[in-house]
């Protein structure tokens, strides 16, 4: 296997440079920016949600990253009609397939594939076949990895923002608790042949013992990368995550 294939990588997510445009209503700061700024720094990927009510990302921004980015866009959606048709019309790199509820501030839990396995199996197949990695995100939760691998996802991105906001609360036994699961059901879903990524609310103070799980083939990190960058710039930010990443493996 290629160095390159045994690469952590790193895909950064950049809803929050829509967050600060939106915040005005205009054209600034452009997303598209930030991620080609993101590519040059390093990412070895590009993520944006489109969710539902656009709080952030929007249709154009997507149109501009299917059309401008030179690194894989992973394209978050929720598994709505409306958004099958937007992936089918990009055909981006990836696609995960994620919850949403209106009045969430953020992605709260993981995807219940397990209550919904008919449906959502329908669901991914057209988007497979049009060629793009499907993801599924879900909770560190062996009912739902074992319903993302038997609905056909070959990708699963396990849900870290128990394990970052029981670190930042200072609930430290709990933030145990929650890295041993993740490293757990790493190992079971890599079993089954899925490939693992990991994802939501990660930072320098918690990715590492993220990054330091084997099986962990991808990180999408986003929110505290913007907020960062507001301090040192969003490429000094990507290297020292990067570094952090590259220290942990
Ligand atoms: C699925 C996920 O964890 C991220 O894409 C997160 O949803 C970022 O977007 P929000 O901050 O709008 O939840
Ligand atoms: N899927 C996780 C992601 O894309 C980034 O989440 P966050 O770092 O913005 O919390």
Same mark, same amino acid.
């Given at each position: ?34 991620? #080609? /700024? ?10 944006? &949600?489109? %969710? ?28 709505? *009609? ?32 397990? #209550? ?24 560190? *939760?062996? #009912?739902?990895?074992?319903?993302? &691998? ?16 029981? &670190? ?5 036994? *709990? ?5 041993? %699961?993740? %490293? ?7 079993? /089954?042949?899925?490939?693992? &990524? ?18 962990? #083939? ?6 505290? /990368? ?16 990067? %570094? /952090? ?5």
């Amino acid at each position: 296997m290629s160095e390159d294939e045994n690469r952590l990588r790193l895909g950064v997510n950049i809803d929050h440079v829509a967050t600060v445009r939106n915040a005005r209503g205009g054209s600034w700061p452009d997303p598209v920016r930030a991620a #080609k /700024l993101a590519e040059r720094a390093g990412a070895d990927g590009i993520t944006a &949600h489109l %969710r539902e009510d656009r709080r952030h990302i929007t249709d154009p921004d997507i149109e501009a990253l299917a059309e401008t980015l030179t690194v894989p866009l992973n394209f978050e959606m929720a598994a709505t *009609d409306e958004m099958q048709a937007i992936a089918l019309r990009h055909v981006p790199h990836a696609v995960c397939i994620v919850p949403e509820k209106r009045e969430e501030r953020t992605t709260e839990g993981g995807l219940e594939v397990a #209550k919904d396995e008919n449906r959502l199996a329908h669901f991914i197949a057209p988007l497979r076949d049009a060629g793009c990695r499907v993801s599924i995100f879900i909770a560190a *939760d062996r #009912k739902q990895i074992e319903a993302a &691998h038997r609905i056909g996802a070959p990708v699963i991105e396990i849900h870290t923002g128990a394990y970052c906001d029981a &670190h930042a609360e200072g609930r430290f036994a *709990d933030r145990d608790a929650e890295l041993e %699961r993740i %490293r757990d059901m790493a190992a079971f879903a890599d079993s /089954l042949g899925l490939e693992v &990524h990991a994802g939501h609310g990660l930072g320098f103070e918690t990715v590492g013992p993220i990054a330091a799980i084997p099986q962990v #083939k991808e990180l999408n990190i986003g929110h505290f /990368l913007i907020g960062e960058a507001i301090f040192s710039g969003l490429d000094n930010a990507i290297a020292h995550m990067r %570094r /952090l990443m590259d220290a942990a493996r």
